[in-house]
């Protein structure tokens, strides 16, 4: 990870293959990126709390349906930093949020046999590098991309824009959280990256 200009390294990720041949089997291998916000306090918190969460609540979680299973650890990872927020980040002020508001973006994903399963929140993503083409299997809920998927921008333009950086989507700031879930069949060869 790289810190960038802030003082701290708000990032985190967590990598986990069971060792039993049993658990991989029915639950496969997780891996998760969390980037805490920026410009927030505690975005380290939120993103440490995000991931180990995420791992936590997954593996526990006995029901074999994959996406379900995961979708259900990323909004309990969010109901989490809710609370630590006191349930009030939505009415606090931009000074309060900045003082004691934590949030996070993140992307999960299983692999799974000859599937990669993916849940993400923010503009944390996901993509198969597979020979020559890079395929994005998360979705970005940054103000950006939405403008761009609405034709109001073009991809040229939102590299560039002013507000490229502002998300539409995270953990702890909402009781509630709409967690952007899919899956793809993965083949030998492929890479797959979060970030």
Not at 67 to 87: D, P
């Amino acid at each position: 990870t790289d810190i960038g200009s802030r003082p701290s390294n708000e990032d985190n990720m967590s990598s986990y293959v069971p060792e039993d041949a049993q658990v991989l089997a029915k639950k496969g291998a997780l891996f998760v990126v969390a980037d805490g916000l920026g410009g927030y306090a505690q975005g380290e918190v939120a993103s440490e709390l995000a991931v180990n969460t995420i791992r936590d609540t997954y593996y526990q979680d006995t029901d074999e349906d994959i996406a379900l299973s995961l979708r259900k650890a990323v909004e309990h990872a969010n109901a989490l930093i809710w609370q630590k927020n006191g349930g009030k980040f939505q009415d606090a002020t931009e000074d309060e949020k900045a003082q004691k508001g934590m949030g996070t973006t993140c992307v999960a994903a299983v692999l799974q046999n000859d599937h990669v399963y993916v849940a993400n929140v923010g503009d944390s993503l996901a993509y198969i590098m597979r020979a020559e083409q890079v395929i994005q299997i998360a979705q970005d809920h940054s103000w950006v991309a939405e403008q761009v998927h609405a034709g109001l921008l073009t991809k040229e333009q939102a590299r560039s824009h002013e507000k490229r950086n502002i998300i539409t989507r995270c953990l702890g700031t909402s009781s509630d959280v709409d967690v952007y879930v899919a899956s793809e069949i993965v083949q030998d060869g492929d890479v797959l990256l979060l970030c």
